[in-house]
């Protein structure tokens, strides 16, 4: 097992997040390994995209740990511990002992967790430079030509010259068949070609995982096939992806793993076959019945 | 006609045209590098304005900021110049030429309503764009410089065009602390002849000769910017 230790990318420990009184998510646990490709579906609202922003902060957890390539990136425990211990108070009689110990761990586990956090305010932007994120809405800088949108990131912010990121950026567009369009201006493309455009924005940076949030879901049906062709590319060139997607075919014929969200946590999760062919849950299969 | 040749007489055999041209370089630097602050100072309140989650620090700042928009909002321009010019500057020690005063004066006020513009123009660019640019590991004020701002400034360049405009008009109260400015030297004129007519018409004249000049610049500012849209 300690090889397959070695080829953990990802690891999320119960993952809590609220929004106001509203917990959107409750206690979500997942690991990716390097190379995977995972598919989470299911209904809208039960936390799929809230995860996804969860796991390059756009969304700061409430509670939980994520583990990044053997790196603590998040990590906030002592909430359960304090949730105990004022359980303890409440009652009218409490061992005093035992308080006294969960109070030692409580204050330990404090000191532990506020270096971590401290750490991740300075590292935030390295962490995110790691994870590449593709949008529902592509985010496509309007005022910048795609070949600027491409090399913006990489020049800035990893001091790539601009002769190696111009050749780089040209390279990855001729992979998505854009070439063409280097100097265009992101308004002058259509959905798909923008999409295919945030892709390679993203990959430009070299992250270790991309995230894709609906990365189909804006788009005219005719459109979503290239989106999806050139995220089955980088699939096989063994890109570690995380997508959250409606495409139910991309699920079964792309992604290695399948998982089914809803109400905040992961009620199943599964190969693609088994998942299609033998779901479980039955929430998953009212889902299936209704989607496929 | 009579006026007009002795305007032309004070104008050119007496030298009149230094004074002139003299008060329109004070009056364009004035207003230019006026704007110039009121932009940098704009940009900095508007940045801290719309950070999400201020902590103790940036809550303290954010409320002087208010306090300061509230008091150079609050009161004529004149009366900022009188009080700074005879009052504070002089109680604070700081002892350098008029125009560079009306400069940091000017400067403040276009400042301050140049936040609350700038604040505007930030939030109609959309969420996503912020968080295109912290997702691929920019940081929040990187993401505003390469990324928000430009299009935040596109979208403000006709208000912006208004606030220069108003800027440059509302120099001519610069005599009140002694700097020679259009109004001035035309003003010096029409005192020294008696002839107020030709003067003053000369005044209004190159005054909406500047305004139009800007306005035309603005247009083709826009035009550029406009290169990315269909």
Known sequence: MKDNQNNVLLRVNDLHKKFGKLEVLQGVNLEVNKGDVVAIIGPSGCGKSTFLRCLNFLETPNSGEIIFNGDTVFKNMRVYLKRNLRAMRAQKEYDKELYAQIEAEYISLKKEEKVIEKQMNKGINLHRQKIGMVFQQFNLFPHLTILQNITLAPMQLKKLPKDQANEMAMELLKKVGLEDKANAYPSTLSGGQKQRIAIVRALAMEPEVLLFDEPTSALDPEMVGEVLNVMTELAKSGMTMIVVTHEMGFAKEVANRVIFMNDGVIKEENSPEEFFGNPKDERLKEFLSKVL | ?230
């Open chain 2, 1 to 230: 006609m009579k006026n007009i040749e002795i305007f032309i007489e004070h104008f050119i055999t007496y030298g009149g045209y230094k004074d002139y041209f003299k008060g329109l370089a004070n009056t364009a630097i004035i207003a230019v590098f006026g704007l110039l602050i009121g932009f940098v100072i704009g940009c900095i309140i508007a940045t801290v304005k719309i950070i999400p989650r201020k902590n103790v620090f940036f809550k303290i700042v954010d409320k002087i900021f208010d306090v300061y928009i509230a008091l150079f909002r609050g009161t004529p321009m004149v009366v900022q110049l009188l009080l700074m010019h005879f009052a504070l500057f002089p109680a604070i020690g700081l002892n350098i030429p008029s125009v560079a005063e009306a400069v940091i004066i000017f400067g403040l006020n276009s400042g301050a309503y140049m936040a609350e513009i700038l604040r505007g123009g930030i939030n109609a660019v959309d969420i996503g764009q912020m968080e295109a640019g912290r997702s691929l590991g920019f940081g929040f004020v990187q993401t505003m410089i390469r990324i928000i701002l430009p299009q935040a400034i596109k979208n403000i360049l006709p208000t912006l065009g208004n606030e220069f405009i108003a800027l440059i008009k509302e120099t001519s109260v610069v005599s009140f602390i002694a700097v020679l400015d259009l109004t001035k030297s035309l003003q010096n004129i029409a005192n020294s002849t008696y002839e107020y007519f030709v003067p003053y018409i000369v005044l209004a004249l190159t005054y909406l000769i500047l305004v139009l000049g800007i306005t035309a610049l603005i247009k083709l500012m826009e035009k550029r910017l406009a290169r990315n849209e269909r």
